[in-house]
Protein backbone atom coordinates (compact mmCIF):
# COMPACT_ATOMS: atom_id res chain seq x y z
CA UNK A 1 0.00 0.00 0.00
CA UNK A 2 1.43 3.62 -1.19
CA UNK A 3 1.96 5.62 2.16
CA UNK A 4 0.76 8.92 1.98
CA UNK A 5 4.10 10.46 1.71
CA UNK A 6 4.67 8.99 -1.31
CA UNK A 7 2.30 11.07 -3.26
CA UNK A 8 4.35 13.30 -5.81
CA UNK A 9 4.01 16.54 -4.83
CA UNK A 10 2.09 15.56 -1.34
CA UNK A 11 5.29 16.34 1.46
CA UNK A 12 6.00 19.69 -0.12
CA UNK A 13 2.35 21.12 -0.08
CA UNK A 14 2.26 20.58 3.75
CA UNK A 15 4.99 21.91 4.20
CA UNK A 16 3.25 25.43 2.31
CA UNK A 17 0.13 24.98 4.36
CA UNK A 18 2.05 24.56 7.02
CA UNK A 19 4.06 27.18 7.00
CA UNK A 20 0.92 29.87 5.81
CA UNK A 21 -1.03 28.30 9.11
CA UNK A 22 1.72 29.25 11.19
CA UNK A 23 2.27 32.39 9.53
CA UNK A 24 -1.04 33.35 9.89
CA UNK A 25 -1.68 32.41 13.71
CA UNK A 26 1.69 34.68 14.77
CA UNK A 27 0.72 37.54 12.57
CA UNK A 28 -2.73 36.97 14.46
CA UNK A 29 -0.98 36.82 17.97
CA UNK A 30 1.10 39.80 17.12
CA UNK A 31 -1.50 41.95 15.55
CA UNK A 32 1.41 44.43 13.94
CA UNK A 33 1.45 46.26 10.74
CA UNK A 34 3.96 44.72 9.47
CA UNK A 35 3.25 41.52 9.43
CA UNK A 36 -0.55 40.67 8.12
CA UNK A 37 -2.00 37.56 8.32
CA UNK A 38 -0.83 34.81 5.34
CA UNK A 39 -4.83 35.44 4.69
CA UNK A 40 -4.61 39.23 3.86
CA UNK A 41 -1.81 38.60 1.64
CA UNK A 42 -2.74 35.68 -0.35
CA UNK A 43 -5.95 37.80 -0.86
CA UNK A 44 -3.73 40.29 -2.77
CA UNK A 45 -2.01 37.38 -5.29
CA UNK A 46 -5.12 37.37 -7.13
CA UNK A 47 -5.34 41.12 -7.23
CA UNK A 48 -1.94 41.43 -8.35
CA UNK A 49 -2.13 38.57 -11.13
CA UNK A 50 -5.37 40.66 -12.60
CA UNK A 51 -3.52 44.12 -12.92
CA UNK A 52 -2.32 43.80 -16.55
CA UNK A 53 0.22 46.71 -15.41
CA UNK A 54 1.53 44.35 -12.68
CA UNK A 55 1.69 41.29 -15.29
CA UNK A 56 4.29 43.53 -17.72
CA UNK A 57 5.88 44.38 -14.39
CA UNK A 58 6.76 41.00 -13.56
CA UNK A 59 6.93 39.91 -17.06
CA UNK A 60 9.71 42.71 -17.79
CA UNK A 61 11.85 41.33 -14.45
CA UNK A 62 11.54 37.55 -16.12
CA UNK A 63 12.58 38.99 -18.97
CA UNK A 64 15.96 40.58 -18.08
CA UNK A 65 16.06 37.68 -15.50
CA UNK A 66 16.37 35.01 -18.86
CA UNK A 67 18.27 37.22 -20.70
CA UNK A 68 21.17 37.89 -17.42
CA UNK A 69 20.70 34.07 -16.34
CA UNK A 70 21.54 32.98 -20.08
CA UNK A 71 24.32 35.11 -20.94
CA UNK A 72 26.25 34.04 -17.76
CA UNK A 73 25.63 30.48 -18.94
CA UNK A 74 27.52 31.30 -22.36
CA UNK A 75 30.39 32.99 -20.35
CA UNK A 76 30.37 30.70 -17.40
CA UNK A 77 30.12 26.94 -18.28
CA UNK A 78 33.46 27.47 -21.10
CA UNK A 79 35.50 29.12 -18.27
CA UNK A 80 34.76 27.17 -16.64
CA UNK A 81 35.60 24.03 -17.59
CA UNK A 82 38.35 25.62 -19.35
CA UNK A 83 39.68 26.70 -15.79
CA UNK A 84 39.07 22.43 -14.93
CA UNK A 85 41.40 21.39 -17.66
CA UNK A 86 44.33 23.69 -17.48
CA UNK A 87 46.34 24.88 -14.71
CA UNK A 88 47.65 28.20 -16.10
CA UNK A 89 43.40 29.23 -16.87
CA UNK A 90 42.89 28.41 -13.02
CA UNK A 91 45.28 29.78 -11.95
CA UNK A 92 44.18 32.98 -14.07
CA UNK A 93 41.03 33.35 -12.87
CA UNK A 94 40.62 31.39 -9.25
CA UNK A 95 42.10 34.40 -7.38
CA UNK A 96 39.85 36.72 -9.24
CA UNK A 97 37.18 34.72 -8.75
CA UNK A 98 38.14 34.23 -5.02
CA UNK A 99 37.68 37.96 -4.72
CA UNK A 100 34.18 38.71 -6.42
CA UNK A 101 32.67 35.46 -5.15
CA UNK A 102 31.80 37.15 -1.04
CA UNK A 103 30.72 40.54 -2.50
CA UNK A 104 27.11 41.26 -2.68
CA UNK A 105 26.22 41.53 -6.22
CA UNK A 106 23.30 44.14 -5.40
CA UNK A 107 25.94 46.08 -3.35
CA UNK A 108 27.80 46.58 -6.80
CA UNK A 109 24.41 48.21 -8.50
CA UNK A 110 24.93 51.90 -7.55
CA UNK A 111 27.90 51.54 -9.40
CA UNK A 112 27.41 49.46 -11.86
CA UNK A 113 24.39 51.88 -12.40
CA UNK A 114 27.42 55.17 -12.68
CA UNK A 115 28.97 53.35 -15.21
CA UNK A 116 26.52 51.92 -17.40
CA UNK A 117 23.34 53.97 -16.90
CA UNK A 118 19.75 53.18 -14.64
CA UNK A 119 18.63 51.09 -17.89
CA UNK A 120 18.75 47.36 -18.37
CA UNK A 121 21.97 46.76 -19.40
CA UNK A 122 22.72 47.47 -15.34
CA UNK A 123 20.39 45.21 -13.78
CA UNK A 124 21.15 42.13 -16.21
CA UNK A 125 24.89 42.95 -15.64
CA UNK A 126 24.32 42.25 -11.73
CA UNK A 127 22.21 38.91 -12.67
CA UNK A 128 24.98 37.88 -15.20
CA UNK A 129 27.38 38.45 -12.50
CA UNK A 130 25.12 36.79 -9.99
CA UNK A 131 24.43 33.37 -12.19
CA UNK A 132 28.14 33.68 -13.39
CA UNK A 133 29.92 32.71 -10.09
CA UNK A 134 28.27 29.55 -9.28
CA UNK A 135 28.16 28.28 -12.72
CA UNK A 136 32.06 28.30 -13.26
CA UNK A 137 32.69 26.91 -9.89
CA UNK A 138 30.88 23.76 -10.54
CA UNK A 139 31.61 23.47 -14.33
CA UNK A 140 35.63 23.49 -12.90
CA UNK A 141 34.73 21.29 -10.13
CA UNK A 142 32.66 19.09 -12.62
CA UNK A 143 35.81 19.21 -15.25
CA UNK A 144 38.36 18.48 -12.92
CA UNK A 145 36.84 15.28 -11.85
CA UNK A 146 36.74 13.61 -15.47
CA UNK A 147 39.32 10.33 -15.62
CA UNK A 148 42.55 11.89 -17.06
CA UNK A 149 42.49 8.26 -18.45
CA UNK A 150 39.78 9.05 -20.84
CA UNK A 151 41.04 12.24 -22.27
CA UNK A 152 44.85 10.24 -22.99
CA UNK A 153 42.74 7.59 -24.78
CA UNK A 154 40.68 9.90 -26.96
CA UNK A 155 44.23 11.82 -27.58
CA UNK A 156 45.53 8.64 -28.16
CA UNK A 157 43.26 8.10 -30.85
CA UNK A 158 43.58 11.53 -32.89
CA UNK A 159 41.26 13.35 -30.93
CA UNK A 160 42.26 17.50 -30.50
CA UNK A 161 42.06 19.56 -27.41
CA UNK A 162 39.33 21.33 -28.26
CA UNK A 163 37.35 17.92 -29.24
CA UNK A 164 37.92 16.75 -25.92
CA UNK A 165 36.86 19.26 -24.08
CA UNK A 166 33.53 19.56 -25.94
CA UNK A 167 32.94 15.52 -26.54
CA UNK A 168 34.36 14.16 -23.51
CA UNK A 169 34.54 17.04 -20.64
CA UNK A 170 31.56 18.46 -21.50
CA UNK A 171 29.00 15.31 -20.84
CA UNK A 172 31.25 14.26 -18.57
CA UNK A 173 30.92 17.20 -16.50
CA UNK A 174 27.21 17.94 -17.35
CA UNK A 175 25.75 16.56 -13.98
CA UNK A 176 27.91 18.78 -11.64
CA UNK A 177 27.19 21.86 -14.25
CA UNK A 178 23.95 21.10 -13.98
CA UNK A 179 24.01 22.17 -9.77
CA UNK A 180 25.40 25.28 -11.06
CA UNK A 181 22.73 26.45 -13.27
CA UNK A 182 20.23 25.06 -10.00
CA UNK A 183 22.44 27.19 -7.96
CA UNK A 184 22.39 30.05 -10.77
CA UNK A 185 19.10 29.75 -11.23
CA UNK A 186 17.89 30.80 -8.15
CA UNK A 187 20.44 33.37 -7.74
CA UNK A 188 19.13 34.93 -10.99
CA UNK A 189 15.59 35.03 -9.53
CA UNK A 190 17.39 37.15 -6.18
CA UNK A 191 18.94 39.60 -8.09
CA UNK A 192 16.33 40.01 -10.58
CA UNK A 193 14.40 41.57 -7.36
CA UNK A 194 18.01 43.07 -5.88
CA UNK A 195 18.69 44.86 -8.58
CA UNK A 196 15.54 47.03 -9.14
CA UNK A 197 15.96 47.92 -5.32
CA UNK A 198 17.80 51.33 -6.50
CA UNK A 199 16.13 52.22 -10.08
CA UNK A 200 14.01 50.92 -12.42
CA UNK A 201 11.84 51.39 -15.14
CA UNK A 202 9.58 48.38 -15.03
CA UNK A 203 9.32 45.78 -12.77
CA UNK A 204 8.76 43.35 -10.13
CA UNK A 205 10.55 45.77 -7.77
CA UNK A 206 7.53 48.50 -8.71
CA UNK A 207 4.97 46.33 -6.95
CA UNK A 208 7.36 45.07 -4.07
CA UNK A 209 9.42 48.52 -2.88
CA UNK A 210 6.58 51.09 -3.97
CA UNK A 211 4.68 48.58 -1.56
CA UNK A 212 6.81 48.53 1.08
CA UNK A 213 7.17 52.56 1.22
CA UNK A 214 3.26 52.70 1.56
CA UNK A 215 3.07 50.59 4.63
CA UNK A 216 0.92 47.98 1.66
CA UNK A 217 2.10 45.09 3.84
CA UNK A 218 -0.34 42.89 2.25
CA UNK A 219 1.18 43.88 -0.99
CA UNK A 220 4.50 43.71 -0.15
CA UNK A 221 4.07 39.63 1.17
CA UNK A 222 1.63 38.82 -1.37
CA UNK A 223 5.10 39.91 -4.24
CA UNK A 224 7.22 37.84 -2.13
CA UNK A 225 4.96 34.66 -2.34
CA UNK A 226 4.32 35.50 -6.26
CA UNK A 227 8.21 35.29 -6.34
CA UNK A 228 8.24 32.43 -4.26
CA UNK A 229 6.15 30.34 -6.41
CA UNK A 230 8.02 31.43 -9.08
CA UNK A 231 11.08 30.24 -7.76
CA UNK A 232 9.25 26.82 -6.82
CA UNK A 233 8.33 26.22 -10.62
CA UNK A 234 11.74 27.23 -11.65
CA UNK A 235 12.92 24.82 -9.59
CA UNK A 236 10.47 22.06 -10.68
CA UNK A 237 10.91 22.64 -14.60
CA UNK A 238 14.67 22.77 -14.03
CA UNK A 239 14.64 19.11 -12.00
CA UNK A 240 12.70 17.84 -15.32
CA UNK A 241 15.28 19.85 -17.58
CA UNK A 242 18.10 17.70 -15.66
CA UNK A 243 16.66 14.51 -15.50
CA UNK A 244 15.67 14.87 -19.61
CA UNK A 245 19.35 16.11 -20.15
CA UNK A 246 21.72 14.30 -17.08
CA UNK A 247 19.57 11.75 -15.66
CA UNK A 248 21.98 8.82 -16.44
CA UNK A 249 23.40 10.20 -13.79
CA UNK A 250 21.96 10.78 -9.97
CA UNK A 251 21.99 14.24 -8.73
CA UNK A 252 25.17 14.78 -7.12
CA UNK A 253 24.03 17.17 -4.14
CA UNK A 254 20.22 16.52 -3.45
CA UNK A 255 18.93 20.15 -2.94
CA UNK A 256 15.83 19.60 -4.42
CA UNK A 257 13.31 22.01 -3.66
CA UNK A 258 10.81 22.03 -5.99
CA UNK A 259 11.21 17.82 -6.90
CA UNK A 260 8.64 15.71 -5.35
CA UNK B 1 34.88 54.83 -53.88
CA UNK B 2 32.07 55.73 -54.59
CA UNK B 3 30.01 52.98 -52.19
CA UNK B 4 32.47 53.78 -49.95
CA UNK B 5 31.02 57.74 -50.01
CA UNK B 6 27.34 56.52 -50.41
CA UNK B 7 28.05 54.59 -47.16
CA UNK B 8 29.92 56.87 -45.53
CA UNK B 9 27.16 59.79 -46.01
CA UNK B 10 23.99 56.99 -45.43
CA UNK B 11 26.43 57.06 -41.98
CA UNK B 12 26.06 60.78 -41.21
CA UNK B 13 22.20 60.81 -41.95
CA UNK B 14 21.77 58.36 -39.45
CA UNK B 15 24.53 59.62 -36.28
CA UNK B 16 22.46 63.04 -37.23
CA UNK B 17 18.80 61.20 -37.46
CA UNK B 18 20.04 59.51 -33.73
CA UNK B 19 21.46 62.40 -32.73
CA UNK B 20 18.31 64.32 -33.12
CA UNK B 21 16.63 61.74 -31.41
CA UNK B 22 18.88 61.74 -28.40
CA UNK B 23 18.25 65.91 -27.96
CA UNK B 24 14.18 64.80 -28.14
CA UNK B 25 14.22 62.49 -25.56
CA UNK B 26 15.20 63.80 -21.41
CA UNK B 27 15.90 61.52 -19.12
CA UNK B 28 13.97 61.93 -15.70
CA UNK B 29 14.27 60.31 -12.04
CA UNK B 30 11.29 60.34 -10.14
CA UNK B 31 10.34 58.65 -6.65
CA UNK B 32 7.12 58.39 -4.77
CA UNK B 33 5.16 59.79 -3.32
CA UNK B 34 4.15 63.53 -3.48
CA UNK B 35 5.20 64.37 -7.65
CA UNK B 36 1.73 64.92 -8.45
CA UNK B 37 2.64 66.30 -11.78
CA UNK B 38 5.14 64.09 -13.04
CA UNK B 39 2.07 61.28 -12.07
CA UNK B 40 -0.23 63.24 -14.44
CA UNK B 41 2.51 63.27 -17.02
CA UNK B 42 2.90 59.89 -16.84
CA UNK B 43 -0.18 58.72 -16.74
CA UNK B 44 -2.20 60.96 -18.60
CA UNK B 45 0.11 61.92 -21.42
CA UNK B 46 -2.60 62.77 -24.32
CA UNK B 47 -3.32 66.11 -21.35
CA UNK B 48 0.11 67.71 -22.73
CA UNK B 49 0.21 68.77 -26.32
CA UNK B 50 4.08 68.77 -26.60
CA UNK B 51 4.53 65.56 -24.66
CA UNK B 52 5.93 62.60 -26.91
CA UNK B 53 5.54 64.73 -29.63
CA UNK B 54 8.31 67.19 -29.30
CA UNK B 55 10.17 65.84 -26.63
CA UNK B 56 10.09 62.27 -25.05
CA UNK B 57 10.70 61.34 -21.66
CA UNK B 58 12.73 58.50 -20.46
CA UNK B 59 11.51 57.82 -17.15
CA UNK B 60 13.19 56.29 -14.21
CA UNK B 61 12.06 55.46 -11.11
CA UNK B 62 14.42 55.51 -7.57
CA UNK B 63 14.53 55.11 -4.17
CA UNK B 64 14.74 58.10 -2.86
CA UNK B 65 16.52 60.93 -3.48
CA UNK B 66 20.01 60.53 -2.54
CA UNK B 67 20.52 57.49 -5.18
CA UNK B 68 18.78 60.47 -7.68
CA UNK B 69 21.77 62.88 -6.68
CA UNK B 70 24.16 59.82 -7.68
CA UNK B 71 22.50 59.40 -10.87
CA UNK B 72 22.53 63.01 -12.09
CA UNK B 73 26.09 63.80 -10.78
CA UNK B 74 26.88 60.27 -13.37
CA UNK B 75 25.24 61.95 -15.94
CA UNK B 76 22.97 58.79 -15.95
CA UNK B 77 19.84 61.33 -15.90
CA UNK B 78 19.34 65.04 -17.08
CA UNK B 79 16.64 65.83 -14.87
CA UNK B 80 15.34 64.63 -11.28
CA UNK B 81 13.35 64.92 -7.79
CA UNK B 82 16.09 66.28 -5.41
CA UNK B 83 15.73 67.33 -1.73
CA UNK B 84 17.58 70.33 -0.65
CA UNK B 85 20.02 68.68 1.14
CA UNK B 86 21.55 66.87 -1.58
CA UNK B 87 21.66 69.48 -3.66
CA UNK B 88 23.73 71.42 -1.25
CA UNK B 89 26.33 69.21 -0.69
CA UNK B 90 26.56 68.31 -4.42
CA UNK B 91 27.53 72.59 -4.77
CA UNK B 92 29.53 71.92 -1.81
CA UNK B 93 31.25 68.85 -2.63
CA UNK B 94 31.00 70.23 -6.41
CA UNK B 95 29.91 66.90 -7.40
CA UNK B 96 27.32 68.18 -9.53
CA UNK B 97 25.54 71.38 -10.41
CA UNK B 98 22.00 71.91 -11.08
CA UNK B 99 18.93 74.29 -11.49
CA UNK B 100 16.07 74.06 -9.39
CA UNK B 101 13.33 74.32 -12.05
CA UNK B 102 10.34 73.61 -10.16
CA UNK B 103 8.80 72.76 -7.18
CA UNK B 104 6.70 69.52 -6.27
CA UNK B 105 6.19 70.06 -2.11
CA UNK B 106 7.34 72.25 0.79
CA UNK B 107 5.16 73.50 3.66
CA UNK B 108 3.22 77.03 4.72
CA UNK B 109 1.68 78.21 7.40
CA UNK B 110 -1.05 75.86 7.94
CA UNK B 111 -0.05 72.85 5.62
CA UNK B 112 0.65 70.04 6.76
CA UNK B 113 4.68 69.95 8.28
CA UNK B 114 6.56 66.91 9.78
CA UNK B 115 6.36 66.14 12.78
CA UNK B 116 7.70 64.10 15.77
CA UNK B 117 5.05 62.26 17.74
CA UNK B 118 4.81 60.28 20.65
CA UNK B 119 2.36 57.60 22.44
CA UNK B 120 -0.34 59.88 24.48
CA UNK B 121 0.72 58.29 27.65
CA UNK B 122 3.94 59.05 27.31
CA UNK B 123 5.86 61.67 30.05
CA UNK B 124 7.23 63.52 27.37
CA UNK B 125 5.60 66.76 27.23
CA UNK B 126 8.35 68.92 25.76
CA UNK B 127 10.98 68.65 23.54
CA UNK B 128 13.39 68.97 26.68
CA UNK B 129 12.20 65.95 28.07
CA UNK B 130 13.59 64.02 25.00
CA UNK B 131 17.00 64.01 26.53
CA UNK B 132 17.71 60.04 27.13
CA UNK B 133 15.24 58.82 24.82
CA UNK B 134 15.49 56.87 21.81
CA UNK B 135 14.39 58.92 19.18
CA UNK B 136 13.57 57.88 15.41
CA UNK B 137 14.19 59.90 12.49
CA UNK B 138 13.40 58.46 8.06
CA UNK B 139 17.08 59.11 7.50
CA UNK B 140 20.37 60.10 9.76
CA UNK B 141 22.04 62.75 7.89
CA UNK B 142 18.53 63.24 5.78
CA UNK B 143 17.00 66.27 4.77
CA UNK B 144 14.99 66.58 7.90
CA UNK B 145 17.98 66.40 10.50
CA UNK B 146 18.72 69.60 9.89
CA UNK B 147 15.76 71.80 11.60
CA UNK B 148 15.65 68.77 13.35
CA UNK B 149 18.72 69.20 15.03
CA UNK B 150 18.08 72.94 15.24
CA UNK B 151 15.04 72.32 16.96
CA UNK B 152 17.01 70.11 19.54
CA UNK B 153 19.13 73.28 19.99
CA UNK B 154 17.45 75.52 20.70
CA UNK B 155 15.83 73.49 23.42
CA UNK B 156 19.02 72.84 25.71
CA UNK B 157 18.80 69.61 23.95
CA UNK B 158 22.65 68.44 22.39
CA UNK B 159 21.49 65.74 19.15
CA UNK B 160 24.63 63.98 19.11
CA UNK B 161 24.67 63.44 22.40
CA UNK B 162 21.62 64.09 24.72
CA UNK B 163 19.37 61.66 22.81
CA UNK B 164 19.97 58.37 21.00
CA UNK B 165 19.03 58.90 17.32
CA UNK B 166 17.75 55.66 15.45
CA UNK B 167 16.92 55.67 12.02
CA UNK B 168 13.17 54.27 11.53
CA UNK B 169 11.90 54.71 8.00
CA UNK B 170 8.02 56.43 7.93
CA UNK B 171 6.51 53.87 6.58
CA UNK B 172 7.63 51.78 9.99
CA UNK B 173 7.18 54.83 12.02
CA UNK B 174 3.78 54.40 13.56
CA UNK B 175 4.83 50.32 14.67
CA UNK B 176 7.87 51.60 15.98
CA UNK B 177 6.07 53.85 18.19
CA UNK B 178 3.30 51.52 19.42
CA UNK B 179 5.48 48.80 20.38
CA UNK B 180 7.93 51.36 22.42
CA UNK B 181 10.97 50.97 20.45
CA UNK B 182 11.89 54.17 20.16
CA UNK B 183 9.81 56.95 22.27
CA UNK B 184 9.46 60.02 19.39
CA UNK B 185 9.36 59.53 15.88
CA UNK B 186 8.80 61.52 12.80
CA UNK B 187 5.71 61.34 11.39
CA UNK B 188 5.14 61.36 7.07
CA UNK B 189 2.11 61.95 5.57
CA UNK B 190 -0.01 58.84 4.88
CA UNK B 191 1.28 57.14 7.78
CA UNK B 192 0.37 60.52 10.26
CA UNK B 193 -3.26 60.51 8.98
CA UNK B 194 -3.31 56.09 9.90
CA UNK B 195 -2.08 56.96 13.28
CA UNK B 196 -4.11 59.97 14.17
CA UNK B 197 -6.92 57.87 12.63
CA UNK B 198 -6.28 55.25 15.12
CA UNK B 199 -6.02 57.61 18.16
CA UNK B 200 -2.88 57.26 21.00
CA UNK B 201 -0.45 59.26 19.75
CA UNK B 202 -0.06 63.05 20.23
CA UNK B 203 2.29 65.49 18.34
CA UNK B 204 4.89 66.57 20.24
CA UNK B 205 6.42 69.35 17.68
CA UNK B 206 6.68 69.63 14.03
CA UNK B 207 9.54 71.45 11.71
CA UNK B 208 7.78 74.15 10.95
CA UNK B 209 8.53 75.13 14.37
CA UNK B 210 12.06 75.17 13.17
CA UNK B 211 12.54 76.61 10.27
CA UNK B 212 8.93 78.24 8.39
CA UNK B 213 8.16 77.34 4.66
CA UNK B 214 10.38 73.88 4.70
CA UNK B 215 11.14 73.21 0.84
CA UNK B 216 10.91 69.24 0.95
CA UNK B 217 11.01 68.14 -3.30
CA UNK B 218 11.96 69.99 -6.05
CA UNK B 219 12.95 69.49 -10.04
CA UNK B 220 16.32 69.76 -10.28
CA UNK B 221 18.40 69.84 -14.23
CA UNK B 222 21.88 69.60 -14.08
CA UNK B 223 23.40 72.49 -15.39
CA UNK B 224 25.42 71.23 -18.34
CA UNK B 225 22.27 69.67 -19.63
CA UNK B 226 19.87 72.83 -19.43
CA UNK B 227 23.05 74.75 -20.71
CA UNK B 228 22.82 72.28 -23.64
CA UNK B 229 19.02 71.71 -24.54
CA UNK B 230 17.16 74.92 -23.14
CA UNK B 231 14.41 74.28 -25.69
CA UNK B 232 14.21 70.65 -24.36
CA UNK B 233 14.16 71.75 -20.87
CA UNK B 234 11.55 74.91 -21.31
CA UNK B 235 9.03 71.99 -22.82
CA UNK B 236 9.43 69.73 -19.76
CA UNK B 237 9.40 72.39 -17.27
CA UNK B 238 6.16 74.05 -19.18
CA UNK B 239 4.47 70.49 -18.90
CA UNK B 240 5.74 70.63 -15.03
CA UNK B 241 3.72 73.76 -14.83
CA UNK B 242 0.56 72.54 -16.37
CA UNK B 243 0.74 68.99 -14.26
CA UNK B 244 0.58 71.15 -11.09
CA UNK B 245 -2.07 73.14 -12.55
CA UNK B 246 -4.02 69.92 -13.73
CA UNK B 247 -3.20 68.73 -10.08
CA UNK B 248 -4.37 70.97 -7.90
CA UNK B 249 -7.28 72.38 -9.81
CA UNK B 250 -8.76 68.26 -10.46
CA UNK B 251 -8.61 66.79 -7.14
CA UNK B 252 -11.22 63.81 -7.85
CA UNK B 253 -9.32 62.99 -11.07
CA UNK B 254 -5.47 63.24 -9.26
CA UNK B 255 -6.53 60.98 -6.65
CA UNK B 256 -7.22 58.24 -9.24
CA UNK B 257 -3.33 59.13 -11.38
CA UNK B 258 -2.16 58.71 -7.96
CA UNK B 259 -3.62 55.68 -7.22
CA UNK B 260 -2.48 53.97 -10.36
CA UNK B 261 1.03 55.25 -9.56
CA UNK B 262 1.12 54.23 -6.44
CA UNK B 263 -1.13 51.56 -5.94
CA UNK B 264 -2.31 52.60 -2.74
CA UNK B 265 -6.10 52.55 -2.26
CA UNK B 266 -8.18 55.95 -3.00
CA UNK B 267 -9.81 55.55 0.42
CA UNK B 268 -6.09 55.65 1.85
CA UNK B 269 -5.06 59.14 -0.47
CA UNK B 270 -8.29 60.55 0.38
CA UNK B 271 -7.40 61.16 3.93
CA UNK B 272 -4.71 63.76 2.77
CA UNK B 273 -4.02 64.09 -1.14
CA UNK B 274 -4.64 67.94 -1.50
CA UNK B 275 -6.58 69.01 1.56
CA UNK B 276 -5.51 70.99 4.48
CA UNK B 277 -3.47 67.89 5.99
CA UNK B 278 -1.35 67.62 3.01
CA UNK B 279 1.91 69.44 2.36
CA UNK B 280 1.41 72.84 0.24
CA UNK B 281 1.96 72.73 -3.61
CA UNK B 282 3.02 76.03 -5.01
CA UNK B 283 0.85 77.62 -7.55
CA UNK B 284 2.43 76.80 -10.62
CA UNK B 285 5.21 74.66 -9.37
CA UNK B 286 7.08 77.85 -8.61
CA UNK B 287 10.32 77.32 -6.63
CA UNK B 288 10.64 78.62 -3.21
CA UNK B 289 14.25 80.08 -3.60
CA UNK B 290 13.58 81.67 0.05
CA UNK B 291 12.59 78.56 1.49
CA UNK B 292 15.51 76.55 0.04
CA UNK B 293 18.10 79.37 0.91
CA UNK B 294 16.93 79.49 4.52
CA UNK B 295 17.23 75.70 4.66
CA UNK B 296 20.91 76.25 3.03
CA UNK B 297 21.55 78.65 6.23
CA UNK B 298 20.13 75.89 8.53
CA UNK B 299 22.04 72.59 7.35
CA UNK B 300 24.84 74.82 7.43
CA UNK B 301 24.43 75.99 11.15
CA UNK B 302 23.71 72.49 12.07
CA UNK B 303 27.12 70.99 10.57
CA UNK B 304 25.32 69.24 7.76
CA UNK B 305 26.65 71.13 5.12
CA UNK B 306 30.45 72.48 5.32
CA UNK B 307 29.91 76.03 4.33
CA UNK B 308 27.47 78.90 3.48
CA UNK B 309 25.70 78.39 0.18
CA UNK B 310 23.97 81.01 -2.43
CA UNK B 311 20.26 79.78 -3.10
CA UNK B 312 20.56 82.26 -6.03
CA UNK B 313 22.77 79.99 -7.90
CA UNK B 314 20.44 77.38 -8.47
CA UNK B 315 17.91 80.08 -10.60
CA UNK B 316 17.92 80.10 -14.45
CA UNK B 317 17.50 83.61 -15.59
CA UNK B 318 14.72 81.90 -17.68
CA UNK B 319 14.09 77.89 -17.03
CA UNK B 320 12.27 77.97 -14.24
CA UNK B 321 8.10 77.46 -13.09
CA UNK B 322 5.63 78.65 -14.11
CA UNK B 323 6.10 78.34 -17.30
CA UNK B 324 3.46 78.82 -19.72
Known amino acids: MKRIADIPGFPPLMACIGLLVFWDLVARYLAISGLPPAWDALKEVPVILADPEQLLNILSSIRRMVIGFFAALVFAIPVGLLMGRSRAVAAFFNPLLMTIYPVPKAALMPIIMLWLGVGDVSKILVIFLGVSLPVIYHSYQGARAVEQKMLWSAAAMGMGAPARLLRIVLPAALPEIMVGCRTGLVLALITMVTSEMIARQSGVGNILFNSLDLAQYGLVYATILIIGVMGFVLDVLFEKLREAVAGWAQPVHQIAVGSA | ?324
Request: net charge neutral; with cysteine.
Open chain 2, 1 to 324: MKHVSLALAAASVLLAIDSAQAQETIRVGWTIPAEESKYWMMRRPQEFPDLGKKYKIEWSQFQGTSPMAQALAAGALDCATQGVLPIGQGMVNNSYQVYVVAQHVGERPGSFSVYWAVKDDSPIKTVADLKGKTVGISVIGGGTQGPFDLMLKKNGVDPSKDIKLVEVGFSLSEDALRSGRVDAVNMNQPFAARAEAKGGVRKLFALSEAVPNIVHIVEACRKDFVDKNPELVKAYVRDLTLGMKKATSNRAETLKVVNEVLKAPVEVLDTYLLKPNDFAREPGAAPNFAGIQAMFDTYAETGLLGKKLDASTLKHPTIVAPME
